[in-house]
């Protein structure tokens, strides 16, 4: 079955840590653009990073929020994709997506996971 | 960073009727524009790509158009299973950006 899984989501304190998890199944992980998509509670979609494929090298971008604090990385023999988070604020607590990219020039989520809820707090 | 201004943020209307939101770029971005759906307490699904490209399972009733800066979703009869909020995304330029979403409630 083709599906993402996320986990590792927890309430954590802030200027804590915290790795989430992404399990991909039933597709070819490395041909494949990945990113991490995030909605605070109650608002709307905010992309968080991108892993390339690996044609492209697996290279990474990230929004300015986040840029210096976390780092997307995939494990490719585990066909998992990962999103390192240091230094949490608590405009940091949302729901994490892992997410599918498709295309060939410019690539959209085509495949998202369930989620997995972050909360930073003291 | 380029801004996506959709509107209304919130839209009531009755089974049946035909539905317009925008979304408005803030610099050209040619047709790389998605559309994705979101129910309450679930993941987002897409629906359109490059603009007006109909992702393989989603009903007919939707599609979209535009290019450059102003992207419309329309869904010509509005179904009860369409009671969602709907979000634009461009992903022509890094940082990728969506729009506000648009709630579509009923009438």
């Known amino acids: 079955e083709v599906q993402l899984v996320e986990s590792g989501g927890d309430l954590v304190q802030p200027g804590g840590s915290l790795r989430l998890s992404c399990a991909a199944s039933g597709f070819t992980f490395s041909d494949h653009y990945m990113d991490w998509v995030r909605q605070a509670p109650g608002k709307g979609l905010e992309w968080v990073g991108r892993s390339r494929n690996k044609g492209n090298s697996y290279t990474t971008e990230y929004a300015a929020s986040v840029k210096g604090r976390f780092t997307v990385s995939r494990d490719a023999s585990k066909t998992s994709l990962y999103l390192q988070m240091n230094s949490l604020e608590t405009d940091d607590t949302a729901v994490y997506y892992c997410?599918?990219?498709?295309?060939?020039?410019?690539?959209?989520?085509?495949?998202w996971g369930r989620g997995t809820l972050v909360t930073v707090s003291s | 960073d380029i801004q996506m201004t959709q509107s209304p943020s919130t839209l009531s209307a009755s089974v049946g009727d035909r539905v317009t939101i925008t979304c408005r770029a803030s610099?050209?971005?040619?047709?790389?524009v998605a559309w994705y759906q979101q129910k309450p307490g679930k993941a987002p699904k897409v629906l359109i790509y490059?603009?007006?490209s109909l992702e393989g399972g989603v009903p007919s009733r939707f599609g979209g158009s535009g290019s450059g800066t102003e992207f419309t979703l329309t869904i010509s009869s509005l179904q009860p299973d369409d009671f969602a909020t709907y979000y634009c995304q461009q992903y022509k330029s890094y940082p990728l950006t969506f729009g506000g979403g648009t709630k579509v409630e009923i009438k």
């Open positions: 610099q050209n971005i040619d047709n790389w």
């Open positions: 490059k603009a007006s």
């Open positions: 997410t599918r990219g498709h295309g060939d020039y410019n690539w959209y989520s085509d495949l």
